[in-house]
């Protein structure tokens, strides 16, 4: 028998911000980096965008602001590091 009242599912969206854009960006596909669960971190279109300033205009890093839906804020490494501990998942 499976006992499920004592599992608990964490899942958390993220969001990448960049320089111009506003919060109501979150809703375009482009501003949204994944969602993590069950050990997993399922990238999504934002995700792509980011290993391209990652990898090509590090100078814009921390102009960047990452977010989650509730509303945290996360610098870009510390994101990295955050789901550097899920496989990653592209949908």
Excluded: R
Excluded at 61 to 84: A, G, Q
């Amino acid at each position: 028998m499976f006992d499920i009242v004592n599992k608990v599912i964490i899942m958390s969206k993220y969001y990448i911000l960049l320089p111009d854009d506003t919060e109501a960006d979150t809703d375009y596909s482009t501003n949204v980096l994944g969602e993590s669960s069950f050990k997993s971190f399922w990238a999504e279109s934002g995700f792509d965008i980011l290993n391209i300033i990652v990898n090509k205009y590090p100078d814009i890093i921390e102009h960047i602001i990452i977010k989650d839906e509730k509303n945290k804020k996360y610098e870009v490494m510390e994101f990295i590091e955050k789901i550097s501990k899920l496989e990653i998942i592209k949908n």
